[in-house]
T-cell receptor
């Protein structure tokens, strides 16, 4: 069975600080996808990134970066120079590459950026 | 291109009543997914369609729940004889096969 664990329930930082959100996953599949979604107070899940399990290159997009380490089954998300608009609940998710590709989500990390 | 839309955005009902939610996917997407999210938890998969065929249902989907996607376009999720435990956010997502799922704004259900 697949499982995603986000051990940090809530994180609160001051604006401009860097913050890392942790994600650890379990799967018996040899190939899979990993995702991060953002859920602002409005409730809609906003897609941030998808990674294939066979591509372990880290990725950077503006202030966002992702560190994928297959050896530790982790897919961590770092926000550099955080801003108040980054405040949201962030979800890490996992899916199979074939078949239904249904998403298995972690419990989410509530990130609060204080001015 | 418009995103995924859901209607209604909020629904308050009394226990025992039936409710129906609608999801309109991104037009070129042939897959449509339903998830349920309770307070403080991540979304959980309920069911999905590829075109008009319902290909998988979670064991979370009791026999009081039914979903349809006639003609492979919009989908409806009906809950019969609602219970207080059905109170949750119901999220719809769509995708093309093998591609990323994009979510709608969700329908918040409160059963009194």
């Amino acid at each position: 069975a697949q499982k995603v664990t986000q051990a940090q329930t809530e994180i609160s930082v001051v604006e401009k600080e860097d913050v890392t959100l942790d994600c650890v996953y379990e799967t018996r599949d040899t190939t899979y996808y990993l995702f991060w979604y953002k859920q602002p107070p409005s409730g809609e899940l906003v897609f941030l990134i998808r990674r294939n399990s066979f591509d372990e290159q880290n990725e950077i997009s503006g202030r966002y970066s992702w560190n994928f380490q297959k050896s530790t089954s982790s897919f961590n998300f770092t926000i550099t120079a955080s801003q108040v608009v980054d405040s949201a609940v962030y979800f890490c998710a996992l899916s199979e590459i074939w078949g239904a590709q249904k998403l298995v989500f972690g419990q989410g990390t509530r990130l609060t950026i204080n001015p | 291109d418009t995103g995924v839309s859901q209607d209604p955005r909020h629904k308050i009902t009394k226990r025992g009543q039936n409710v129906t939610f609608r999801c309109d996917p991104i037009s070129e997407h042939n897959r449509l997914y339903w998830y349920r999210q309770t307070l403080g938890q991540g979304p959980e998969f309920l069911t999905y369609f590829q075109n008009e065929a319902q290909l998988e249902k979670s064991r979370l989907l009791s026999d009081r729940f039914s979903a349809e996607r006639p003609k492979g376009s919009f989908s409806t999720l009906e809950i019969q004889r609602t219970e207080q435990g059905d109170s949750a956010m119901y999220l719809c997502a769509s995708s093309s096969v093998g591609q990323t799922q994009y979510f709608g704004p969700g329908t918040r259900l409160l059963v009194l």
